[in-house]
């Protein structure tokens, strides 16, 4: 079974950091994509980030890019969101995702990363105190 765990949330002033955690198993990275995902209170969920399998290829959506940066530890089976220059607008529950990688390009977001993700964890909420 995949299981996917999100770590690392808290509260941190404006302007400040935070490194979300996705701890994974239950598949392989190479042939996987890892999202990252947020949903403020009473707005819709939206993609943040993605890392596609094995050519670790990363994508933003426009909002952070320059200040987020997706990375993974594979040996570790883990996926990291080091978070710069958090703004209150970044206040959210964030999530992990997976899914096996599209093969088909109209499977592919504008951003890069697959529309659908199958496989969730549990998120993690952070605050951006301003």
């Known amino acids: 079974d995949v299981q996917l765990q999100a770590s690392g949330g808290g509260l941190v002033q404006a302007g400040g950091s935070l490194t979300l955690s996705c701890e994974a198993s239950?598949?392989?990275?190479?042939?996987?994509?890892i999202g990252w995902f947020r949903q403020a209170p009473g707005k819709e969920r939206e993609g943040v980030s993605c890392?596609?399998?094995?050519?670790?290829?990363?994508y933003y959506t426009d909002s952070v890019k320059g200040r987020f940066s997706i990375s993974s530890d594979r040996p570790k089976n883990m996926v990291y969101l080091q978070m710069n220059s958090l703004q209150p607008e970044d206040t959210a529950v964030y999530y992990c995702?997976?899914?096996?990688?599209?093969?088909?390009?109209?499977?592919?977001?504008?951003?890069?990363?697959?529309?659908?993700?199958?496989?969730w964890g549990q998120g993690t909420l952070v605050t951006v105190s301003s």
């Open positions: 995702a997976a899914v096996s990688t599209p093969r088909r390009p109209t499977d592919f977001n504008e951003y890069g990363c697959p529309a659908v993700f199958d496989s």
């Open positions: 239950g598949f392989f990275f190479d042939d996987h994509t």
């Open positions: 890392l596609i399998d094995a050519d670790d290829r990363t």
